[in-house]
DNA sequence: ACGAGCGTAGCACCACCGTGCTATAAAGGG
DNA sequence: CCCTTTATAGCACGGTGGTGCTACGCTCGT
C-alpha cells in the first residue's frame, strides 16, 4: 500500500489530528500517542513524517495560521479589490468579522490558536509563528484603517497606531471571551460589539 | 524548628514560588518538583500543605485572582465612595487601568493569570476560579457604567450589555498582547488606547 | 522529662513522555 | 524477478511526573 501515499496529505491529515487534541486537551495533551491514536495511525507511522514532537507541534500551529490567514485573505482581495461599487463599510466589517468565532469552526480554530499563540510564550519553537501571525493582523488593520482614512470614511487626525491597537485589542479580547466564557459571549453579541466599535471610529 | 510556623504563611510562600515557576515555564511547568525547588523546600513539605499538585494550583490561581482583586477594590471604593469632590472620570480611568499590565509587577501577575486562564479551560479544577474572576470583573464594569448613566455622564440609550462586553474585550485584549508581544505594546500605548475609549464613549 | 504531634525530607512505585532503533510488508525500477 | 525504497508498526530505554509511605527531629503540653 505504501509509495501511493502522498506525504503532504498525511501530514495535513496528522495537523488535523493533532488541531482535534488540542481542542480537546490543550497543547500539552498533545502527545505523540494522543496524537496518532486521534489519527488512528500508529505512534511510530507519525514520526516517520515528523523529525520530532515539537515539529509536529510547529508544523501544524503554521498550518491553523496559514487557514486562518487564508480565510481572512478572501475578504482582503474583495475589500481591496478594484469594484468601486461595493458597500466598503459592510466590506470592512465582513473582514473584522471574521477574526471572530461567529460559528463552530472558528471557534474551534480560536480555541486552538489561542492555546498554541498562549504556549508560545514558553515555547521558544512556537514564538515565529506567532509573532509572524500577529504582525500579520496588526498590517492589516493598519492598511484598512489608512484606506478608510485616505478615502475620508475616517477622521483624518486619528492616531492611526493607537486606532489599531484599539481594534486589534478589541478582537483578541472578543475572541479570548468568547473562548474562555461562551456562555457569556454569544456570536450576537460579538457582532454588536463590532459593530458598535465600527460606527464609534467613524465619528 | 517546626510548630513555629504558620501554615498559612508557608501556603502563600509556595503559592508566590508557584506564581513565578508560572511566569517562566507556563502552568504546566510547574510541578511538584520545580515547586519545590523555586520555594527552597523539599518536594515533601511542599506536600504536607497540599493535599495533591492540583490543590497546589487551585490555591494559587485563587491567591492570585484574591489579588488582583483586592487591588482593583482600593480603586472601586473611591469611585464609589462619599466623596463628591473627585475627579470622576480619572477615578474610572485610574480604575479600568489597573487592569492593565502597565508596570512589571502587573505585567507578571497578568502572565501567570493567563496562564492559568487558559489552563482553566481544560482542567475542570481550575474553572470555577476563572468563572468567578471573570464575572466579578463583568460585574464591576457594569455597575460602573450603570453608575455613569444614573450621573449623566454616558449617553442613555446605549446598551450597557453590549457596552461592557466592548470594554472588557478591550481591556482583554490590551492585556493579551501586552502578554504575549510586548514589544509592540507597550505601557504608555495601553494607556491611550484606554483613555481614548473612554472619551469615545461619553459622546 | 517524656511522649504526642507536626514540620521536614526523601525513597519507591507506577504511569507516561519522547526517541533511538529494528522489523515487516508493499510497491516500483532495473 | 529481485532489490532498494518507503510506509507502517512497535519494542525498549532513559527521564520525569504525581503520590503512597516511611523516617527523623524538633517543640510543646502535661
Redesign the pocket.
Known sequence: ???????EE?RAAISDAVIRVVRRAGVE????????DEA??????V??????????LIFTMRELGLRIGRRIGTHVDRLLGTDPDIDRRAAVEDLFAEFLPLDPIRWDEAVVWLAFTTAARTRPSLRDTAVEQHAFMRGLITRVLQEATARGALPDRLDLEVECLRLSALLDGLTLQAVLHPENTTPDLLLAALRRSLTALQS
Open positions: 500500500m505504501p509509495k501511493i501515499v502522498v506525504p498525511r495533551g498533545a502527545t505523540l500517542r494522543t496524537v496518532a488512528g495511525l500508529a505512534i511510530g507511522s514520526r516517520h513524517y515528523f523529525g520530532s514532537h515539537e515539529d509536529v
